[in-house]
């Protein structure tokens, strides 16, 4: 079994040896590296090269809507939650928009962050139910979708909407009645179709985020 490996940036101290402390608790998952501060982060990071990041927003110094958009310039592929406290549309979506992959809320408890890690490591980006409702609420009031939906299969369009509702890659299994693997190779071909590389890139591009 692959280990997951994790860095954390927190700077409230409690919280992030707790992360530590459920992250490293768990078969399968190992903290690597915590930071208190977002400039840091940025310097060992890439040195680190951790799989997942759980990344606060509000950090003294840098912000962690800043380190993000440093980290994903430098290392495009690493997989990054914001995990915060603020659950209002322009911290969400700045986040998105720097290049996040998930946004979970500091009352997350054990077991759905660990999910979350895992979901991330797989190449998905949880949500809470409650960012992913204010998601799809801001994709409603946008105007009509980008011609590049089009090129999907219905099938497809179906994966997508439920990777807009914030659902993880077993649910969406659960949902249509097909296997997780199944569900991979309709997200891989969604990815390569519209060009991007996470769930944030794709609904981005086809319901043009505000």
Same mark, same amino acid.
């Given at each position: 079994m692959e280990t997951i490996r994790v860095a954390i940036v927190e700077d409230d101290r409690d919280i992030r040896q707790s992360f530590e402390a459920i992250i490293s608790g768990a078969a399968g998952y190992t903290c690597i590296s915590a930071y208190d501060n +977002?400039?840091?982060a940025v310097d060992d990071i890439p040195v680190q090269k951790p799989d997942v990041v759980i990344m606060d927003i509000h950090l003294p110094g840098m912000t962690g809507i800043d380190a993000v958009r440093m980290l994903k310039q430098e290392m495009p592929g690493l997989q990054i939650a914001m995990?915060?406290?603020?659950?209002d549309d322009e911290h969400i979506f700045n986040a998105l928009r720097a290049g996040a992959s998930g946004y979970l809320l500091k009352r997350t408890t054990p077991e759905k962050l660990l999910e979350a890690v895992s979901d991330l490591y797989q190449g998905g980006s949880p949500m809470s139910s409650e960012i992913a409702r204010r998601v799809v609420a801001s994709f409603q009031k946008t105007t009509a979708p980008s011609p590049e939906l089009a090129i999907l299969t219905p099938?497809?369009?179906e994966i997508l909407d439920l990777l807009a509702k914030g659902y993880l890659y077993k649910e969406i299994a +659960?949902?249509?009645?097909?296997s997780i693997e199944t569900v991979k190779r309709h997200i891989h071909n969604i990815y390569e179709k519209l060009h991007v590389q996470t769930r944030t890139e794709a609904l981005n591009k086809v319901f043009r985020m505000p």
């Open positions: +977002a400039e840091d995990c915060t406290v603020y659950d099938r497809e369009k +659960a949902e249509l009645f097909i």
